[in-house]
């Protein structure tokens, strides 16, 4: 196998995982404003949530990265 084959390849399996990162990163948007609508938020539990959310992001910004690196003109 040649380098571009395994090129594309690392690419494809960082487009899937950046897809099912984002989607993870939604999910977890959504739980936290249903928490927040409650009677009583659990204040603890969505802290976490946002915690989870934010380190969600974070690996999302690195993919991004690989797959779009800066270009210095």
């Known amino acids: 196998m040649n380098d ?31 928490l927040a609508a409650t009677a009583v938020p659990d204040q603890l539990r ?6 989870q959310k934010l380190a969600l992001r974070d690996e999302i910004v690195k993919i991004e990265a690989r797959i779009l690196p800066d270009i210095i003109a």
């Not at 690392?10 to 936290?32: F, M, P, Q, T, Y």
């Open 46 to 51: 969505i802290a976490r949530l946002k915690r």
């Open 4 to 34: 571009d084959a395994s090129l594309t390849e690392e690419e494809l399996a960082l487009h899937i995982r950046l897809r099912g990162l984002r989607r993870e990163h939604a999910d977890l948007d959504a739980a936290i404003e249903a």
